[in-house]
Structure formats: C-alpha cells, structure tokens
C-alpha cells in the first residue's frame, strides 16, 4: 500500500519534477523531500563549505562523483513489529510505527528487550552492496525513534546497552567497508527523537501542537535534548569508527533546529574536514548535496551534487505487508537516469529484526550488479548527458500540484559522458538504426559496450547514424560507446 508523506514543516516546497520509472504521482516519504528545505547564505558557524576554495571543495567531494550508486540501510526497532501494532497494520512507512500509531515511549522502549538479530552479518551486507556495484554505504545510526544502533555513553537506549545483542553493527560494518574497500556514512536523526525528553516531532493524525508530542514522557527542552544526548552522539560517530563516516546523513529538520544551535553541530562536523554532509540539518545551512526523495529531478540541479534516495519497495524500515518491489529493469533504469543528469543513486534496504536482508531485496541488488559488472563503465565517474531531450519535456498543457508545468518523462534512451566517450544507453530498441542530432563531438569510432562489437557510423550533417544489431542486447539497457575527440 501506498502512502503519502505528511505535512511538510515550514520552509519546504514543491518543485516540477520527473518522477521515477515504476513510480506514481502517490509517493512514499521517510525524510523531508531535502531539496527545497530553507537555507541561508550567512551562518553563525562558518561551514567547511563556506570557506573551502573549489578545488579543496573539489577534492573532498571527488570520490561522491565518481560513485554514482550507494546502499542506504533504515534498520532498528521498528523491524520488530515490522508494520504491525496489537496485531492490526498501522498505516504507513515501517519505521514511523511509533509516531503512526501514537507508541508510548515507555511501551516502545520495550521493544528493546526483544532486539536479538542473531543472524546480522555485516560481511554478508558489505558483500552485497559490493556485488550490486554499489561504493558507499549509509546506514541509520538513529532514526527518528530515538534508538541507537550504536555504542553510545551518552545515552543508554542504545542496541549494545539495551538489548540482548549487546554488540556494535556500524563498528563491524566498519571493519568490513575497510576489508572489501566500500565508503561507510552515518545516518542520524538529529531533530526528531520521539523517546528523548524535548526531542522534536512532526505532524501526524491528532497530535496537537506545538510540540505534536502524544506522550508527556516526550516533553522538554530541545535545546537540552541537542546538548545532552545528539552533539554528544554525533561526536561518538565522528570518533570512534576510524576514517568513518565518509558521509553524515542528516534528516528532518523543524523550527526547533535554529541557526545557533545548528551551528553548534556544524562545530563538531567541521572537526573532520573530509565530511560530506546533506542540506537536511536546518539552521539554513546549505550543506554539500541535494536530496530528492523517491523521484528523480527532471533536470538534476546543475551546480549542485545531488543524491536521490529511493526504496525497492514502498517503505524503508522493513514491513512485513509491503511486498511491492520495484523490478530489476526499474532500478537499472534509474539508475542510468540519474548518472546521465549528474546524480547518485542511494538506493535502500531494510533488514529484518533478525539482521537479515528480505530475498526479493537481495535478489534485485544481485541482478543490478550482474548489470553494472558488464556496463559500469557507462556509471561510475561519468558526467552527465550532452543532449537532453531524451529524457522528457515539460508539458505545454498539463501543471504539476505545484501549479508549474508538469515534466513528461520519456523512457527510450538515456545518455553519460567521459572525456573521450559518449554511452548511448538504449531502453527502447529502435531496429537497425540509432539516429542522433546535433552531436556536439567528433566521433571517431563506436561499439557495443558488451563483447566490444564495432559498429558502423555515418555522418548526417551535424548528425550521426549507428548501424545496430537487429536485437537488443540487453533487454533492460543496452550500451553503445561512441569514441570521441
């Protein structure tokens, strides 16, 4: 079943966009669709990004570039009752059971006792998100519920205090993302917290302002919530872990997160100056990258990183009832369309509360990988299209929700780049011809890039046209190369 996200909090708007292949105008939300969220030129803090040079900028974020696919992980808790509560479905996404279904934090907390994913493997994981071609990993370090999957000492409702487990899942993931060479970020709810006294809340049924708590066991000061339990938290994540986290994902920002109290988090972030971090922590800090949620922009941002985070099914912690995966040709397909407009691609799991990863999400990412092991070239490092219209046009006609033109997608070809390549990637097989206008290279040769077949170029004009096989080769996305000069 299919969801909407709640009201957004002031300061976000919609803006026209392309929505994602196997995706309907009814989208799942687990954050704040980031791209639009209030920012601000003049900080209280200074962030790196104020006042690195573009070349430092450049460096810190060349490896995010060149990526271009990462795993998000949304695991705690909530994959106990895995969508359930007093033995009915609660509406909605998996890990907002707690805020969804109006959970006491005292019968919440009690879920705790009953978290003993045995069957966790972080080697299995790290594996996976290798053999699906994927370089980083994001896993939720603390979501909204307020549960750290983490050894804290600054708060004790915490995996390894709190449950029978009593073990580190991102202290091993760790040690694996440094043994198989995968990049591992942090996830962390630094605004919501529905289980520590004056941890925010967003809007949801009846909860009442202006704190939108249902519990008075949730109420308190949010300014003493930040300095006694989520600096202090984000401080352990950028400390104990070696050279991780690569990246701190930061979520859901209120009114509560003021430019000065953001700012005091951006003094603990720019103690480590390779970070990358998103423009979800408030304050009206900008951060390093967009974050469009469950669609793919029309256009990307130019002049932005951008990274569109995504789930295989409808939610991001695991609901048992939620069977609806997306197919393996959808999530190629984005893929490939958000490299050819510059983007990444974090696209999530949601383990189970055994620690094991649901089959029809391992399976898909198997099959990706099996994709990407033939064509990644076409991927990773790449830069965006030379063309453009192929991937849509906005409509003389019809408008969005936000009252701007809505974006019609087209689905027949998509296109990368390199210095000296351009990748053709065709969904729609148009017979023994692929025509292009208005090349803006000299092509000097092409080829398939499975099996490395040449293929015959003819210059129209300012045109070209490929001579193809009569068949597809890959029936999801088959890769021609044009060599260039």
């Known amino acids: 079943m299919k969801v909407s996200r709640r009201a957004f909090s002031k300061g976000i708007v919609f803006a026209a966009s392309g929505l994602a292949i196997g995706e309907t105008t009814t989208r799942v939300w687990a954050q704040v669709q980031g791209e639009h969220i209030q920012t601000s030129s003049g900080h209280p803090v200074p962030a790196i990004q104020d006042t690195e040079t573009p070349e430092q900028k450049n460096a810190r974020l060349h490896w995010f570039r060149e990526a271009r696919f990462g795993m998000f992980i949304h695991w705690g808790l909530y994959s106990i009752p895995a969508g359930r509560w007093d033995g009915k479905e609660v509406p909605g996404i998996g890990e907002w059971i707690m805020n969804h279904a109006s959970i006491p934090v005292a019968d919440y907390k009690a879920l705790a006792p009953k978290f003993n994913p045995t069957k966790f493997s972080a080697a299995e994981i790290v594996g996976l998100a290798k053999s699906a071609g994927m370089k980083y990993i994001v896993i939720t370090s603390k979501h909204h519920d307020g549960f750290a999957m983490f050894d804290s000492k600054a708060d004790p409702f915490n995996i390894v205090q709190a449950t029978p487990f009593k073990r580190d899942p991102l202290k091993e993931l760790a040690a694996e993302c440094r043994r198989q060479h995968i990049r591992l970020g942090f996830y962390y709810s630094q605004d919501q917290d529905w289980t520590a006294p004056g941890g925010a809340a967003y809007k949801t049924g009846d909860h009442q302002p202006p704190t939108f708590h249902w519990d008075p066991a949730q109420n308190g000061s949010f300014s003493e919530y930040l300095h006694k339990k989520a600096i202090p938290q984000i401080r352990e994540l950028l400390s104990n872990y070696g050279e991780y986290p690569a990246i701190v994902w930061f979520d859901t ?214 001579a193809l096989p009569e068949q597809a080769i890959d029936p999801i996305a088959t890769v021609v190369v044009l060599k260039t000069a």
Not at 396 to 425: N, Q
């Open 253 to 466: 920002p209120t009114k509560d997160m003021t430019p000065e109290l953001a700012g005091e988090i951006v003094k603990v972030l720019n103690t480590d100056p390779r970070l990358i971090w998103n423009n979800r922590l408030g304050g009206g800090y900008s951060g390093d990258t967009e974050t469009p949620e469950q669609y793919i922009p029309a256009q990307g941002y130019p002049g932005r990183d951008w990274e569109s985070c995504m789930t295989m099914n409808d939610t991001w912690g695991y609901k048992q009832d939620d069977l609806n995966f997306k197919s393996t040709e959808t999530l190629v397909r984005n893929l490939i369309d958000i490299a050819s407009k510059g983007g990444n691609y974090l696209l999530n799991i949601g383990p189970m509360a055994t620690g094991e990863v649901p089959a029809p999400e391992v399976e898909r990412l198997q099959q990706v990988g099996k994709w990407l092991a033939v064509n990644g070239e076409a991927i990773y490092a790449t830069q965006p299209t030379l063309f453009g219209p192929e991937a849509g046009s906005f409509s003389p006609t019809e408008t969005g929700k936000d009252g701007k033109p809505k974006f019609i997608p087209s689905w027949k070809w998509r296109s990368t780049t390199t210095a000296d390549r351009i990748y053709l990637h065709i969904f729609e097989w148009p017979g023994s011809t692929f025509h292009l206008d208005n090349v803006p290279r000299n092509v000097t040769g092409a080829y398939l890039l499975a099996g490395k077949k040449r293929l015959k170029v003819t210059k129209t004009g300012s045109g070209i046209d490929i």
